[in-house]
């Protein structure tokens, strides 16, 4: 085949996908390892006629509240790890939590998200209490928890306490994959499980992977395109691997803006409802990441709406962004980036459209 006949194809593949949401695994094998830079630009275009064509030019905003940097597990790719004895240790009170919740509403936030290690300190009780209490004061708001695994009956307290979505990436669907990025305590199908446990309790479920992480093959990259139409999940967050220095993977390198913007790309059509974020590793790779990200299909943001002085200490891997227009607080430089690409955010909860 000449390189203007793997062109052809993949961009038919592309059609195909925008036509029937669906491709299958060889497909997907063939439209991610034989992309060129004139497919990528096909499938940009498309992906934004979907995206308008659902959502409009509006963006969603969601305040982003790291609560705890405490974890138990030792992912291999994560600066917070349980074995990083470098990473300085907090966790916010209620108080402190409730206080992020208020400066995120008067700027304009309608969905915080409580995300976190896997810290044992926050009970089934005391994570209940911390929802009901941002429910009953923000009736209106959206609560999404991102805590990592528990069983059915925590997810199902949770739920009852108040939270509307979760966020729990599969991370990669390969159990060989998920075993080289994770220790034996860990497993894909259990991580799987609770993904299914969520949606089945009600949730609406976010997941996704990482872009480029370490011994990542195109295989791989299918079998979670597979697993998204499966799941069908109404969220989904992915950005490249960013290595962290004080983790067994700082030598490895990192995922590209290229490749993840091309899957940014490929989910909006796969499942053109889907509330897609253009993540804080994109931005962190590239200055205008988070623009490439939202021309390529995204249709979320999530600045961060931490207190300043723990900010630094989420540090999931390097030159993680947490100032500058990655802060809740700058949502005024951030509307002009948005707006200078033809976009605008959103007030609202910005639900999924596909409950
Ligand atoms: N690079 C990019 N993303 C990372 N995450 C954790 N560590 C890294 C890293 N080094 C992602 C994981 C996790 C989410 C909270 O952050 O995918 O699910």
Not at 77 to 103: H, T
Not at 229 to 252: E, K, R, S, Y
Request: hydrophobic share 35%; glycine share 8%.
């Amino acid at each position: 085949m000449t390189p203007n006949d793997r062109e052809q194809k993949v961009t038919a593949l592309i059609d195909k996908l925008c036509l029937t949401q669906q491709l299958k695994r060889s497909e997907w094998i063939t439209v991610i390892r034989e992309r060129t830079p004139a497919a990528a630009e096909h499938l940009f275009e498309l992906a934004r006629a979907v995206r308008i064509h659902h959502y409009g030019h509006g963006i969603y905003i969601r305040g982003l509240i790291e609560f705890t940097n405490y974890c138990k597990n030792d992912c291999y790719y994560c600066g917070i790890r349980k074995s990083n004895p470098n990473a300085q240790r907090y966790r916010l009170s209620e108080e402190d939590i409730l206080s992020c919740c208020e400066q995120g509403y008067d700027l304009g936030f309608r969905t915080f998200v409580l995300q976190g290690g896997e810290d044992g300190w926050f009970t089934d009780e005391r994570l209940c209490d911390i929802v009901s209490g941002i429910r009953a004061q923000f009736p209106g708001c959206a609560i999404t928890l991102s805590v990592g695994e528990r069983s059915y009956d925590s997810y199902k307290k949770l739920y009852d306490a108040g939270a509307d979505r979760y966020l729990l990436r599969h991370e990669t669907y390969d159990e060989r994959h998920y075993g080289r990025l994770h220790p034996p305590a860990l497993s894909a199908s259990h991580r799987k499980q609770c993904l299914w446990d969520l949606k089945k309790i009600g949730y609406q479920v976010g997941t996704g992977f990482m872009v480029g992480s370490p011994y990542q093959t195109v295989e791989n990259l299918a079998d979670d395109m597979l697993f998204l139409a499966h799941l069908d999940p109404q969220m989904v967050g992915i950005g490249p691997f960013v290595p962290h220095h004080d983790t067994p993977f700082a030598d490895m390198p990192g995922g590209t803006v290229e490749l993840t913007v091309y899957m940014l790309g490929l989910i909006r059509l796969l499942l053109p409802r889907v509330l897609l974020p253009a993540t804080t590793a994109l931005g962190t790779i590239a200055e205008d990441g988070r623009e490439k990200g939202i021309l390529a299909g995204a249709n979320v943001v999530m600045p961060n709406l931490s207190p300043l002085q723990v900010r630094e200490k989420y540090l999931l891997y390097d030159n993680k962004i947490c100032t500058g227009d990655e802060a809740a607080e700058s949502l005024n430089s951030l509307k002009k980036r948005m707006e200078n690409i033809g976009y605008h955010i959103e007030v609202s909860r910005g639900d999924s459209l596909n409950i």
